[in-house]
């Protein structure tokens, strides 16, 4: 059995999962069974980006033990804009 996590964050809260699934899961068999599609309709898996630890992979990567499958928001606002905007405030 593989020890996986699933995690999936929001402005104001951060959900983590964990499961077992057996050798040969991929990414798409951590999302059906940590369930965080059903309870968070706004994520779509064919248009989100999914990655493990930072790195986007495709919904049949395999997982290995210890992976943490993350599920990534689009970004409302480029960073740089918001730390030329927050520069400019603090000034």
């Not at 493990?52 to 993350?70: C, K, S, T």
């Amino acid at each position: 059995m593989l020890r996986v996590e699933a995690a999936y964050a929001m402005p104001d809260e951060q959900i983590i999962i964990r499961l077992e699934l057996k050798e040969g899961s991929t990414v798409h068999d951590v999302l059906e069974q940590s369930e965080l599609l059903q309870r968070y309709p706004e994520i779509n898996a064919t248009d989100s980006a999914i990655g493990i630890y930072g790195r986007v992979v495709p919904l049949d990567h395999p997982i290995r033990d210890g992976d943490r499958v993350e599920i990534y928001r689009p970004l409302t606002i480029d960073p740089k804009i918001e730390r030329r905007s927050r520069s400019r405030r603090s000034a």
